[in-house]
Nanobody
Framework: QVHLVESGGGLVQAGGSLRLSCAASGRTFSNYAMGWFRQAPGKEREFVAA????????YYADSVKGRFTISRDNAKNTVHLEMNSLKPEDTAVYYC????????????????????WGQGTQVTVSS
């Protein structure tokens, strides 16, 4: 069992920045590929970013590429999502997710590929 807790959400103006964090506990964090998803009101949960076990390989949704950066600190069992140049359409509840994976496997973009989920953190971007 892996327990995930997100933090760092909030209200920010368009063009601003936020840094989300996800703290993991329960199993060896470095054995898990991590992802960030988001869900806006009335919409399905969608992929945002993914990272492999050692943090070298990352993958992003086109909608956030160049603005968001995913990273991880295996010594601290955390994964981060740095969000810059935020837009009102980035408003959503953001979730981190985990799944066991091989060393270079990381392009898990389907939410059904993840086993463990956090409770989510709200990000609201005002225009």
């Amino acid at each position: 069992q892996v327990h995930l807790v997100e933090s760092g959400g909030g209200l920010v103006q368009a063009g601003g920045s936020l840094r989300l964090s996800c703290a993991a506990s329960g199993r060896t964090f470095s054995n898990y590929a991590m992802g960030w998803f988001r869900q806006a009101p009335g919409k399905e949960r969608e992929f945002v970013a993914a990272i492999n076990l050692n943090g070298i390989r990352t993958y992003y949704a086109d909608s956030v590429k160049g603005r968001f950066t995913i990273s991880r600190d295996n010594a601290k069992n955390t994964v981060h999502l740095e969000m810059n140049s935020l837009k009102p359409e980035d408003t959503a509840v953001y979730y981190c997710a985990a799944r066991q994976a091989g060393g270079n496997s990381y392009r898990y973009t389907d939410l059904r590929e993840y086993v463990y989920w956090g409770q989510g953190t709200q990000v609201t971007v005002s225009s």
